[in-house]
């Protein structure tokens, strides 16, 4: 999993991208040859080949699970996302309490 994540974020991809990366063999191999790491590149044409069928079966079948609710695709696949690390070191953490405050008042 971990090359795999490795692999996927050198690519500018996401964990929704991860299922078909491990299932089409084409797919993969290019992300591969063009991958600058050698540790990835080590482990998906020595590492890889020699593992079981079954554990890239039962890889891909957890991430689909993980992946089947569109709300989660949607999270872990958006292009662009909030800096929560920015927003805190910036003093403006209670600019969304107060947000937050307000929303729960509108909906009551």
């Known amino acids: 999993m971990r090359h795999l994540v490795l692999l996927l974020s050198e690519h500018g ?3 929704v991208e991860a299922p078909a ?3 089409d063999e084409v797919l993969r191999g290019v992300l591969v040859e063009r991958s600058a790491n050698p540790l ?4 998906f044409w020595r590492s890889l080949p020699t593992l079981p069928k ?4 039962a890889l891909s079948a957890r991430l689909q699970a993980l992946l089947m609710p569109e709300r989660v ?3 872990l696949g958006a292009d662009d996302c909030i800096a ?3 927003v805190f070191s910036r003093g403006l953490r209670r600019s969304f309490s107060w947000a937050r405050e307000r929303a729960l008042r509108r909906n009551r």
């Open 13 to 15: 991809l996401s964990l």
């Open 21 to 23: 990366v491990i299932q």
């Open 40 to 43: 990835v590149k080590d482990f």
């Open 54 to 57: 079954s554990s890239a079966l």
């Open 73 to 75: 695709r949607c999270m």
């Open 84 to 86: 929560f690390r920015d």
